[in-house]
C-alpha cells in the first residue's frame, strides 16, 4: 500500500516548490478530482467513515508520514478536541476547530486510482486524510468506493 504515501509526497512537493498551502493545490484539481465541503459536515462524514471497514489513516509533516490502517471508530467532543478511541490503531485528538473544509479526493498517483477524504484547517494544511483501504493485491476496496463515490456525488450535487 504505497499509493497513499506516494500521492501525498507530490502534494508536499508543489507546496514546498511552489510555497502554498495543501489547500491551493487542492483547489487546483479539476471538479472531477475534488469535492469541498465545509467543516460543519464533520461529524456527518466522520459517522459515515465508521461504517468502511479498515481504511488508510494518514498524517503527515515536513518531516515525515504517519500510515495507519483500520476502522475508523466514533469519537466524541471534550476539553477543545475531538476523541477517537476504541478498538482500532487510529485513534487520538483533533482539534476540530481548526477544521475549516473537507475534500473529496480522487486521482491517480503512479498509475494507481486513489481515493481520499482530506480535512483541511484554517491555515490551508491538510490535519488529516483517510484513504479508501486496498486489498492484498493492491487493488481499492470495491464497497468502500462505492461509499466513497456516493459522498462525493451527494456533496458535489448540493454545492
Not at 467532543?77 to 479526493?105: A, E, K, L, T, W
Request: overall charge negative; aromatic content about 12%; some cysteine.
Amino acid at each position: 500500500m504505497i499509493a497513499p504515501l506516494q500521492l501525498a509526497a507530490i502534494g508536499k512537493s508543489i507546496t514546498e516548490a511552489r510555497g502554498v498551502p495543501m489547500q491551493a493545490v487542492l483547489d487546483c484539481l479539476v471538479p472531477e478530482s475534488a469535492v469541498c465541503v465545509g467543516a460543519d459536515l464533520f461529524e456527518e462524514i466522520w459517522r459515515e467513515l465508521t461504517t468502511w471497514g479498515d481504511v488508510s489513516f494518514v498524517v503527515h509533516t515536513l518531516d515525515g508520514f504517519f500510515e495507519s490502517e483500520g476502522a475508523i471508530v466514533p469519537g466524541e467532543f471534550g476539553h477543545g478536541y475531538f476523541n477517537v478511541h476504541g478498538d482500532s490503531p487510529v485513534g487520538g485528538h483533533f482539534r476540530m476547530d481548526r477544521c475549516q473544509s473537507i475534500y473529496f479526493v480522487d486521482r491517480p498517483s503512479f498509475g494507481t486510482r486513489t481515493c481520499s477524504v482530506q480535512f483541511v484547517n484554517r491555515d490551508g494544511g491538510v490535519m488529516f486524510k483517510i484513504y479508501v483501504g486496498y486489498n492484498k493485491d493492491h487493488t481499492l476496496k470495491a464497497d468502500q468506493v462505492e461509499r466513497f463515490e456516493a459522498l462525493c456525488g451527494k456533496y458535489r450535487a448540493a454545492a
